[in-house]
């Protein structure tokens, strides 16, 4: 049962007894003198998601929503800490920034700029999605921005130069701290083609020597390894990169109250859309690391305040969008919710409405991780850019039923994939018109129990219309990554023409799952790929 909150100004208790907060031992003596402390704090996946919105939290068996986020209680929150510890904090942003949202879509991410300026972020990683613009429009934003970006995999294609630095150093009080940063290296696959196209995306095998570049050349006491290749894949990660104090993970949205321990070294993720943010604090003696702590803490409207200052410059950024984004296009009765790796009532609006537009059998809707639930009442443009931030048009074709065999048993070892590196992209497709029972801790390949198109088994040989969205630098004979479908053709019509159409027909949404996709070996609801 999901419980409802109001967001009263409540003052927050002291931080030491918040909840969420894991140390690496029961006694920590912050006051020795001999030590010195540095605390870090990072967002990640923001989406540009400027204001306050409803969200979702789950903990110990209770579900709420709350009022959180925004990018004034973000900033507010920041500067609390940044006053309780006199300024001596190092605060980073783990990417996926500048997208996400309908001012962010409109403007390229330029309506998040000055916003953005005013949280006081020292540095930060691009994001798979920071390219959704192109590689002359990151350049631009990145030069726009007060803080550095930084990324030791990401490299122009022609020159091989990098974009941008491959670490930050900076020293924080008394202590020198080197951040390494990397990105997602599956990039050119996991986005549109065509959104990277001029980009080079390295893997991690420079990792390990620019750690160490950091301790012996730059003389740094604390190392962190910052990337956005997903918890899962951070984990795996830190057993290869040795040397690392704690590695700030981001890209799956995952939150975690308490740290993955993986060879002596933390893995973390700060959740997403600004609800939440990262505290590590690190006690360092003699040039080491002797003690940390993390809290993972919820930026709710009844804990934190707006920093009126950014909420001002929020509106401005906002302001010439706003009747645009305002305007009606459907009506919710129930709460819509995104987050769930195989099913969620959201998805599945969006995938009969893809369906629909194309007149198929088949809907398939990608696994995005982003939206913020919809609640009761009315459904605006903003709301549409909030679940589907991309525009692309519909294609459709046909696909026999042997070509949709692979296609599910490929999608379910991206999501499940026992071997983390082997894991890709987002969460599982939504299908609309068919639905799917599987296994995902069977081998590769042997997950699916059952396909179904239209209540019937389907036949290898039996061709069947599907629709999808149409990917920029896709073969002509791919539709949502199934490779030589027939028949293909782009319609005019995009994604959210689809769910516009589908609203004004006054469907009745439904707030439960309906079995579409279901794991016999998984819960109900799994709300997370990281698995202990």
């Known amino acids: 049962m999901i419980r409802f909150l109001s967001a009263p100004g409540v003052c927050l208790a002291l931080w030491a007894m918040a909840s969420g907060c894991a140390t690496s031992r029961a006694g920590v003596d912050a006051t020795a003198s001999t030590r010195q402390q540095l605390t870090v704090l990072y967002v990640a996946d923001l989406h540009a998601q400027l204001r306050a919105h409803p969200e979702l939290f789950w903990k110990d068996g209770e579900e709420r929503i709350e009022e959180a986020g925004g990018f004034a209680r973000v900033a507010a929150a920041i500067q609390r800490i940044r006053a309780e510890r006199g300024g001596e904090v190092l605060v980073l942003d783990a990417g ?75 020293q924080v009080g008394g202590v020198k701290v080197a951040v390494v940063g990397f990105t997602d290296p599956d990039v050119p696959r996991r986005q549109p083609p065509g959104y990277s196209q001029g980009l080079r995306y390295d893997g991690p095998d420079e990792l390990p020597s620019l750690v160490r570049e950091v301790r012996e050349r730059e003389g740094a006491q604390v190392v962190l390894l910052m990337s956005h290749v997903g918890l899962a894949k951070a984990v795996g990660l830190a057993a290869r990169v040795p040397g690392v104090d704690a590695h700030l993970s981001s890209d799956t949205h995952e939150r975690t109250y308490e740290p993955v321990e993986q060879s002596g070294s933390w893995v973390v993720e700060p959740g997403a859309f600004g609800s939440f943010l990262g505290r590590l604090d690190l006690w360092v003696e003699g040039g080491k690391v002797v ?36 305007a009606p296009v459907g009506h919710t009765e129930v709460t819509l919710a995104r987050y769930a790796v195989v099913e969620n009532p959201l998805d599945n609006v969006l995938a009969d409405a893809i369906r629909a537009a194309g007149g198929t059998e088949i809907g398939l809707s990608n696994g995005f991780r982003f939206g913020t639930p919809l609640m009761p009442g009315p459904v605006r443009e903003a709301d549409l850019w909030n679940v589907f931030p991309i525009v692309n048009k519909l294609k459709t074709g046909k696909v026999s039923g042997r070509q949709l065999r692979a296609f599910w048993e490929q999608e379910l070892e991206n999501v499940f994939a026992k071997d983390a590196e082997k894991r890709f992209g987002g969460w599982l497709p ?49 539709v949502c990554r199934i490779p030589g479908i027939q028949e293909p053709r782009v319609l005019e019509v995009d994604a959210h023409e689809a769910v516009r159409r589908f609203l004004a027909g006054k469907p009745r949404l439904q707030a439960e799952l309906e079995g579409r996709a279901v794991g016999e070996d998984l819960p109900e609801v799994l709300r997370t790929q990281q698995v202990q």
């Open 96 to 170: 996926d920034t500048i997208q996400g949202s309908g001012a962010a879509a409109l403007t390229e991410g330029q309506a998040l700029i000055a916003p953005l300026n005013a949280l006081g972020l020292d540095g930060a990683v691009p994001g798979n999605w920071e390219v959704v613009y192109g590689p002359a429009v990151l350049r631009e934003r990145a030069r726009e921005m007060t803080h550095p970006l930084f990324a030791a995999n990401l490299r122009d294609a022609r020159s091989g130069e990098r974009l941008f630095p491959p670490y930050l150093v900076k």
């Open 291 to 326: 003690d940390r702590r993390w809290e993972l803490i919820e930026l709710t409207a009844s804990r934190f305040p707006e920093d009126p200052e950014v909420a001002r410059l929020v509106d401005a950024a906002l302001a010439p969008h706003e009747e645009k984004l305002a």
């Open 430 to 478: 939504r299908p609309s018109g068919m639905t799917l029972r599987f296994r995902a801790d069977a081998p590769k390949g042997r997950r699916l129990l059952a396909l179904e198109v239209g209540g019937v088994p389907v036949e290898d040989e039996r061709l069947y219309t599907v629709t999808a969205c149409e990917r920029e630098g896709d073969a002509p004979d791919m």
